[in-house]
């Protein structure tokens, strides 16, 4: 079974830094687009930033210049290294990714179990 597993959630005054890690295992042939989603309370989940395999990024326009999303393919982890932390970026951060779990098939989508960010002062 593959597993996603999220860390590096907390509490953080604005203005404030973190950076949430997410290590993907199991059985793992290969591992497409990684990502990270939120969902705040009374909202809908929604895409934060995505980056491929070959490293090409987006962000959502709420976190351009302020968030930053990277991977280590050879650990099978995704960052998002979030700066100038607001209040409204507080919510629930999940990380999820598309993986082949063999050499034939399709890619599947995986989520992790969510972490908490909460940005108060």
């Known amino acids: 079974q593959v597993q996603l597993v999220e860390s590096g959630g907390g509490l953080v005054q604005p203005g404030g830094s973190l950076r949430l890690s997410c290590a993907a295992s199991?059985?793992?042939?290969?591992?497409?687009?990684m990502g990270w989603y939120r969902q705040a309370p009374g909202m809908q989940r929604e895409l934060v930033a995505f980056i491929t395999k070959g490293g090409t990024s987006n962000y959502a326009d709420s976190v351009k210049g302020r968030f930053t999303i990277s991977r280590d393919n050879a650990k099978k982890t995704v960052y998002l290294q979030m700066n100038s932390l607001k209040p409204e970026d507080t919510a629930v951060y999940y990380c999820?990714?598309?993986?082949?779990?063999?050499?034939?098939?399709?890619?599947?989508?995986?989520w992790g179990q969510g972490t908490q960010v909460t940005v108060s002062s």
């Open positions: 999820n990714s598309d993986i082949r779990v063999s050499a034939i098939g399709s890619y599947s989508d995986y």
């Open positions: 199991g059985r793992i042939f290969i591992i497409n687009t």
